[in-house]
């Protein structure tokens, strides 16, 4: 299995602040890459997926990729209390699989 | 929307008891995946199928089995329950397309509890 890490946390922020997120993976072959926020007691939803080294923003999230250094990381700008939740970050083997890091956790702080 | 459904949200079996747990998608979807997620370890892959009748076992394919008889259907057999099998168990499902951006849906899960 390839390895994807993450820093598992907690984070706190708060409220209105940057919440930055890193994930590093092993495969150097990886072509894409997920992040999911799960929040507690539900299952992962996705949030993006970035596949092109550089940003890519939705709403208040960025995920940046940089492929040379096998680093994605997502940011979360203004954050809120309902961001608080865990992040995993995946990334995609194959055709098939995902690999996932055991997720961060972040609080939003009011 | 995608939607991945699963039979039960919370499950309590005894010890050595054959345990199914299901999971149907209303998307027709080729891929379809078990995970089961612990404290501290992240989801874990523990069986997948990518076409009616065939499986690939994941990571911790160990005292599980599956089957997919449908193309919408998964099953998760646990065939003789044990402690260390209490856990979250969530099901996935994706498209076959090798797209970049094709990932995976999950269901609600299905939280066991093994006596």
């Known amino acids: 299995q390839k390895e994807v890490e993450q820093n598992s946390g907690p984070l706190s922020v708060p409220e209105g602040a940057i919440a930055s997120l890193n994930c590093t993976y092993s495969?150097?072959?990886?072509?894409?890459f997920f992040w999911y926020r799960q929040y507690s007691g539900k299952s992962p939803e996705l949030i993006m997926f970035i596949y092109s080294n550089g940003d890519k923003e939705d709403g208040r999230f960025t995920a940046q990729l940089n492929k040379a250094s096998q680093y994605v990381s997502l940011l979360i700008r203004d954050s809120q209390p309902s961001d608080s939740a865990t992040y995993l970050c995946?990334?995609?083997?194959?055709?098939?699989?995902?690999?996932f890091g055991a997720g961060t956790t972040v609080t939003v702080r009011a | 929307d995608v939607k991945v459904t699963q039979s039960s949200r919370y499950l309590v079996k005894r010890t050595g008891e054959k345990v199914f747990l299901e999971c149907v998608q209303d998307?027709?979807?080729?891929?379809m995946f078990w995970y089961r997620q612990d404290p501290g370890l992240g989801l874990r892959l523990i069986y997948f199928s990518y076409d009616v009748k065939m499986k690939e076992k994941g990571d911790i394919p160990e005292g599980y089995s599956v089957s997919r008889e449908k193309k919408e259907r998964f099953s998760l057999i646990l065939e003789s329950a044990s402690t260390n099998q209490t856990s979250m168990y969530l099901c996935?499902?994706?498209?076959?397309?090798?797209?970049?951006?094709?990932?995976?849906?999950f269901g609600p899960g299905t939280r066991l509890l093994v006596l």
């Open positions: 495969d150097r072959g990886s072509q894409s």
């Open positions: 998307m027709d979807h080729e891929n």
């Open positions: 996935a499902s994706s498209f076959a397309s090798s797209g970049f951006q094709e990932t995976q849906y």
């Open positions: 995946a990334v995609k083997e194959g055709d098939y699989k995902l690999s």
